[in-house]
């Protein structure tokens, strides 16, 4: 590998879209900030020298998000050979501004402006050839969507990458500000070339006042002086405060430049459309509404109309299998041990979860709908007012929605918030979240004690999770995570027809990821749970489960759950096993039932549990601490072990008080 490209720009500008098209790779496409959390990277097609990474979506190169502080390390530590700067033609003003800040850093470049596809339909248009001379930079027009000028850009990047050809130096400050940055660069010009940090980027930072490139470049006291100085006059001198005079020089070059290249008579179609959505969308009064009229639909679609049936037909296929398997198994002559490892043990675990897997494919095609039509962004604008009751802001809402997937892309997400008072309180919370992997559970209880309602319950459920979310929020809110969310600003971006190649992506990789629990975390615990069931502590093959190992083990927690409507170690076991994942709380039940059919299974749980005790079983699964994956996302993120004990501990106990009030009050009620 001799070449290492950047894909830096604003967030939904098409980075993504490029990367796909460029490495051929399936990145998964979203409308929504944030997607781009981490930075990814790919081989470019038919240039296998060529190393692409996707950065995450900035907007400027001050560090005041982590996905800010990801992308100027990689391209200050790095150094990559390239950079592609990907603009939204549609919106080159605003695009413009880290393309300017981009230039300072003395690395090739090349413009990527994509979206032109919109810019024509809509009868506007851009001068390309103007926009590159005027900035110094090769602009190609692209539509990465639409699979036009890739090519092209290609060229341009690989003659570019090769000439080494830096950004022309434009020296684009005036007045003012060009004497602070000029005489701060002479100041730091030894220092920046010994770190080797571009010195025009370093003296406009110093200008900023950033910590880290202080820190960085080793600057002394007596230089901080010096510079606080400068920067003194300079706002004295304009009547400003350093942050501004900055964006002001830079917006009114930008100015300047848009002013000869882009023509614009109109709003984009899109952006036109988008504005007539968004009246009823985000609706002063109706936008609340309409969003939880639409979460209710997904539900009922996803459990009930369509899952439900998808489910009967997979659960079919998979207990012919089994039948099969078994009978094979049986003529082949093999010791009953064995058969009953196979059958009860692997074929019962791994089988009671996959048959989960329509309900999963089907939550996650609407969860990818919401994200890549450009729904999911509006959510968090019109749930901001009522999030700030509870001490966060609309931003948090994004990783809570995406919780209802996974916690662990959720609590990632949460690298999006700006605020780590935000950021923690979040993660925190996010795992009350229902997400798929509870499904399972929730399918199989409601299957025997409430068929006919499965839907309603499983909706309840969920919005106990919001409900518990809400409450537990106003509690930190006056207690550990005092003080004020930050104001809310994201863009929203224009409503897109999602693109179905990237729905139909996005599903197929939450189905393998499922699967590929399904065959590992799950077949491995249903195994252990086989034995441990089967063998006393002296290795004897036990006639009845309840003498075994496990039991002995179950039997030691079950009293903590009595009060909950359940003291029965077979409970408490599956409890024990779901924090591996949570779908094992289902493949364990089913292997210490030992059933062999749905209606076996039924009657078995009947004896396990009364209904208001399943449900009260199925609450403390929804609210307790989350898997291990979840819980190591949640200790990385917190970047403390003992903070993520002391989480998972808050979730168990406040899982734990829900429980018991629905139990204790349901037994008043009936
Ligand atoms: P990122 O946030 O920068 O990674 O942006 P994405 O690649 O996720 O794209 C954001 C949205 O813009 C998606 O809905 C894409 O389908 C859409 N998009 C990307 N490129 C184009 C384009 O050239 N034309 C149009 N019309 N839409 C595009
Ligand atoms: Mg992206």
Same mark, same amino acid.
């Given at each position: ?10 967030? @939904? ?14 990145? *998964? ?17 038919? *240039? ?9 979506? !900035? ?93 092209? $850009? ?29 005489? =701060? ?35 002394? %006291? ?11 006059? +300079? ?28 023509? #614009?008579?109109? %709003? ?7 504005? #007539? ?43 012919? =299998? ?16 064995? *058969? ?5 043990? =692997? ?23 919401? %994200? ?39 609590? +990632? ?25 509870? $499904? ?15 839907? !309603? ?24 995570? #005092? ?23 996005? +599903? ?47 039997? $030691? ?9 359940? @003291? ?7 409890? !024990? ?67 993520? =004990? ?21 037994? !008043?009620?009936?």
């Amino acid at each position: 590998m001799s070449l290492i490209f950047a894909l830096a720009g604003n967030q @939904n500008s098409g980075k993504t879209t490029l990367f796909n098209k460029l490495t051929g790779s399936n990145q *998964h496409v979203g409308n929504f900030p944030g997607v781009t959390i981490e930075k990814k990277e790919g081989i470019i097609k038919n *240039h296998k020298e060529a190393l692409l990474v996707d950065l995450p979506g !900035i907007y400027s190169l001050s560090p005041y998000t982590m996905e800010e502080v990801v992308t100027r390390d990689f391209i200050l530590k790095e150094k990559p050979d390239l950079i592609i700067n990907i603009i939204d033609a549609t919106n080159i003003e605003r695009n413009l501004y880290l393309t300017l800040q981009l230039m300072e850093l003395s690395i090739p470049m090349v413009i990527a402006l994509n979206m032109m596809d919109e810019v024509i339909a809509s009868g506007n248009s851009v001068d390309v050839i103007k926009l590159s001379n005027n900035l110094g930079i090769p602009v190609v027009p692209i539509s990465a969507s639409k699979n036009q000028g890739i090519s092209e $850009l290609m060229d341009v990047i690989m003659k570019t990458a090769y000439e080494k050809r830096q950004p022309r130096k434009l020296d684009f400050c005036t007045g003012e500000v060009h004497k602070a940055i000029h005489s =701060i660069s002479h100041l730091i010009e030894d220092q920046a070339k010994k770190v080797a940090y571009p010195l025009r980027f370093a003296a406009t930072k110093l200008v900023e006042g950033d910590e880290i490139t202080i820190k960085e470049l080793n600057i002394s %006291e007596n230089q901080l002086h010096i510079i606080n100085h400068v920067v003194e006059d +300079m706002e004295n001198a304009l009547g400003t405060d350093k942050e501004a005079a900055l964006a002001d020089m830079r917006y009114s070059y930008i100015e300047k430049i848009c002013a000869e290249a882009v023509v #614009k008579h109109q %709003e984009t179609l899109e952006q036109i459309r988008s504005e #007539k959505v968004d009246k009823i969308l985000t609706h002063k009064y109706f936008g609340i509404p309409i969003f939880f009229g639409i979460m209710f639909l997904i539900f009922w679609i996803t459990f009930g109309a369509v899952g439900a049936p998808l489910q009967e037909i997979f659960e079919e296929g998979i207990a012919v =299998i089994t039948e099969l398997v078994s009978s094979l198994i049986i003529d082949a002559g093999v010791s009953e041990v064995i *058969h009953s490892l196979v059958i009860d043990g =692997i074929f019962a675990g791994v089988g009671s979860v996959l048959s989960f897997l329509p309900l999963i494919v089907i939550l996650f095609f609407f969860l990818s709908l919401l %994200e890549d039509s450009g729904y999911m962004a509006r959510v968090a604008f019109v749930m901001d007012k009522a999030l700030r009751k509870i001490g966060l802001s609309g931003r948090s809402f994004v990783p809570m929605l995406i919780g209802f997937g996974c916690s662990v892309p959720a609590i +990632m997400a949460t690298r999006t918030l700006s605020s780590e008072r935000d950021r923690k309180m979040t993660i925190v919370l996010t795992p009350f979240m229902s997400c798929s992997a509870k $499904l399972p559970i929730y399918g199989m209880i409601t299957m025997a004690f409430f068929p006919n309602n499965a839907a !309603i319950i499983m909706i309840t459920l969920y919005f106990i999770g919001i409900l518990v979310a809400i409450l537990s929020g106003l509690l930190l809110k006056s207690t550990v995570f #005092k003080g004020n969310p930050v104001p809310f600003v994201m863009e929203l971006p224009a409503y897109r027809i999602p693109s179905a190649t990237s729905v139909v992506m996005h +599903m197929y990789d939450k189905a393998m990821d499922f699967v590929k629990k399904a065959f590992t975390i799950i077949f491995i615990a249903s195994i252990a749970i086989w034995f441990l069931q089967s063998f006393d502590w002296s290795f004897n093959l036990v006639d009845d489960s309840a003498k075994s190992v496990l039991a002995s083990i179950g039997s $030691l927690i079950a009293p903590i759950f009595k009060p909950l409507g359940f @003291n029965d170690w077979r409970a408490s076991t599956a409890l !024990i096993t779901g924090l591996t994942a949570k779908e094992a709380v289902v493949s364990t039940l089913t292997v210490l039932t030992g059933a062999v059919s749905d209606v076996e299974l039924s009657l078995i749980l009947n004896g396990i549990f009364t209904p208001l005790s399943s449900y009260a079983f199925l609450v403390f699964t929804l609210l307790y601490m989350p898997c291990i994956a979840a819980f190591a996302a949640t200790k990385r993120e917190l970047g403390s072990f003992k903070y993520a =004990i002391i989480t998972a501990v808050y979730q168990t106990v406040t899982a734990y008080i829900v429980a018991l009030v629905v139990y204790q009050i349901g037994t !008043i009620i009936i």
